[in-house]
């Protein structure tokens, strides 16, 4: 199982910024595709960014211009640098590794099969 350990939220007003770190456990990352998959209240988990094992990176529209993906293989993590947060950017971020991200495409929840405990991002005045 390529399961993943996220950290890094919490409560920001809105306009602020966070970044979240992704980690794997027991295993390294560098032949890995990884997402980030943002679970709102009452909501369906979707994938919003990826990157490729190469850096390639991969963004939904509602997230484009504000949040970056990034990866440090030497650090074993992969980062989402979230700015300009929205009140509905609150939800539990999760990072799953995921292939779909090498051919251009958002990961899929269906698709995955390990995930980890997410982290809570809550955007509030």
């Known amino acids: 199982q390529t399961q993943l350990v996220e950290s890094g939220g919490g409560l920001v007003q809105p306009g602020g910024f966070l970044r979240l770190s992704c980690v794997p456990s027991?295993?390294?990352?560098?032949?890995?595709?990884i997402g980030w998959l943002p679970q709102p209240p009452g909501k369906e988990r979707e994938g919003v960014s990826c990157?490729?094992?190469?850096?390639?990176?991969v963004s939904a529209d509602s997230v484009k211009g504000r949040f970056t993906i990034s990866r440090d293989n030497a650090k074993n993590t992969v980062y989402l640098q979230m700015n300009s947060l929205k009140p509905e950017d609150t939800a539990v971020y999760y990072c799953?590794?995921?292939?779909?991200?090498?051919?251009?495409?958002?990961?899929?929840?269906?698709?995955?099969?390990?995930w980890g405990q997410g982290t809570q991002v809550t955007v509030s005045s």
């Open positions: 990157i490729s094992i190469v850096g390639g990176t």
């Open positions: 799953a590794a995921d292939p779909r991200c090498e051919v251009g495409r958002l990961p899929k929840p269906a698709d995955i099969d390990s």
């Open positions: 027991g295993f390294t990352m560098d032949y890995y595709a």
